[in-house]
């Protein structure tokens, strides 16, 4: 690609060599100024795809003013973007300013008044600091929106609309997504200019690499299942609960039963929601439990497991958080256990997204899923109960691809 060699050596650093499919589609008519609206799997690469246009952008633009704002739904996701900046900068380049709630305020203008060049930030807490007249949009040349229908979905429309008003017209616009509701079309229409329309993959399937099961059994049995799931899981397991009460009460069960377990929701504190994120990252907690706070803001390449402890309001979020295993070519699984009325809700969710998840019951492994089995952690109070479920038949007009 025709970037600047700063910028290639600094891929090559990081071992970005060979671009995804994503990157190949999207990238070039980024680097040529034209509006970008991609969607593409979770865990393909977007990230890049918008930043590698953006950084050739700063490289060739005068400094001294903001010259690029990305916008996203989460505070992890701004954070991660802004890692990966970081990672990439060279060292003439200034650091990209960081605008979220949850971290120090001073930390934050200072940035901004340092001369950084791209501003990370989520709408709400953007939108306090052009009111309070802390940043000034007047210079910006390219807006991206990671995860657009989610910021739509947390409500931030009223806020990003008030954004763009503050952004100069004449500037270039990128957005990508896993997925884009019809709700989104009306603004992408308002703020693009005859975008490049790019789409890759299905995605309202879960990628290849990802083995999807469901575990059918009582409710008093969920969290059996679970114990069981984790002591035959020696690599990272990602679960979601569907409360913030839910995963409080679930991460200190774990944590009772002697797993390295840790927690985001969103009552947690910034501190609190980036030491789990880092220590999971890091190896240093087995298993992170999360609402779906984390469903489209945490990437970590390694999570060999996500398991749904509670099912997902809609079934889109339900490919988002099996999107968090099977990323970039690695293979992954996916559990659900479920219980009473989620069965029935599992079916709709499978006739709404055309999938077909395995049935499977703890004590009738396969010979060669057997013998891939660690031996159970020994300092673990193992339960040894075997746990059943039944298979239940396809109902008529019920359609599994």
């Given amino acids: 690609m025709p970037l600047q060699a700063q910028l290639q050596q600094a891929l090559a650093a990081k071992n970005f060599v060979n671009p995804t ?127 657009v229908d989610r910021m739509l979905d947390m409500g931030f429309l009223p806020a990003i609309q008030r954004i763009l008003a503050a952004l100069p017209a004449e500037r270039q616009t990128l957005c990508y997504s896993a997925t884009l509701e019809k709700s989104v079309h009306g603004l992408l229409q308002r703020c693009t200019r005859s975008a490049v329309r790019l789409s890759l993959g299905n995605v309202l399937k879960p990628a290849e690499t990802v083995q999807l099961q469901a575990f059918e059994v009582p409710a008093m049995q969920k969290g059996n299942v679970l114990r069981e799931l984790l002591y035959n899981e020696s690599g990272k397991t990602l679960i979601f609960a569907r409360t913030k009460r839910g995963t409080e009460r679930l991460a200190k069960d774990l944590i009772r039963d002697g797993f390295a377990a840790s927690m985001i929701h969103g009552d947690r504190t910034q501190s609190q929601r980036s030491a789990a994120l880092a220590g999971f990252e890091a190896g240093r907690f087995q298993v992170l439990v999360a609402t779906d706070v984390a469903a489209r803001g945490i990437h970590v390449d390694d999570v060999a ?8 309001a809609i079934p889109e979020d339900f490919i988002h958080r099996v999107g968090r295993t099977g990323r970039m070519g690695l293979s992954g699984i996916a559990s659900t256990i479920v219980s009473g009325a989620e069965m029935i809700e599992l079916r709709r969710f499978e006739r709404t997204l055309k999938l077909r998840i395995e049935r499977k019951e703890l004590g009738k492994m396969t ?35």
């Fill in 21 to 147: 499919p994503v990157q190949i589609q999207a990238i070039p008519p980024a680097l040529e100024g034209k509006d970008v609206i991609a969607t593409a799997q979770t865990g393909t690469g977007k990230t890049l795809a918008f930043l590698i246009p953006v950084m050739e952008m700063l490289a060739t633009t005068p400094a001294g003013k903001i010259n690029a704002l990305v916008l996203v739904p989460t505070r992890e996701l701004a954070i991660q973007v802004h890692e990966q900046y970081e990672a990439l900068r060279s060292k003439k380049a200034p650091p990209a300013a960081l605008v979220i709630g949850g971290l120090s305020e001073k930390v934050q203008i200072r940035a901004l008044r340092a001369g950084a060049r791209m501003v990370v930030a989520t709408p709400g807490r953007l939108e306090d600091y052009m009111r309070r007249r802390i940043v000034d949009l007047k210079t910006v040349r390219v807006l991206v929106m990671d995860e």
């Fill in 305 to 312: 497991h996500v398991v749904n402890y509670d099912l997902p």
């Fill in 367 to 401: 010979a060669s899923e057997s013998r891939k089995m660690p031996i159970p952690i020994s300092n673990m109070r193992k339960n040894t109960n075997t746990l059943k479920s039944r298979t239940l038949n396809s109902l008529p007009g019920e359609i599994f691809a």
